[in-house]
């Protein structure tokens, strides 16, 4: 699991918890029979906005169906 830690969070601890726990994310990860290891942790929720994360989503996702 990644997570994106941020030090301005604002709030009480349960605010920040809460906050905490809907930024979380999980890598996708990819490691073929000969060595080849696919890791990423980008938040690709912005693939729509992002020219980078759009590129890296489609890349994987080329990748991985292959």
């Known amino acids: ?3 994106k830690v ?3 969070v604002q709030g ?3 605010k920040r918890s809460a906050y ?3 930024i979380k994310g999980f890598p996708i990860i990819r490691i ?3 060595g080849t290891l696919l890791v990423s942790t980008m938040a690709l929720e912005k693939a729509a906005t992002d020219p980078v994360a759009g590129r890296l989503l489609f890349n994987m996702i080329n990748s ?3």
Do not use: A
């Open 32 to 34: 073929n029979d000969g």
């Open 64 to 66: 991985l169906s292959k």
């Open 12 to 14: 009480d601890m349960d």
């Open 1 to 3: 699991m990644q997570m």
């Open 6 to 8: 941020h030090g301005y």
């Open 20 to 22: 905490m726990e809907s």
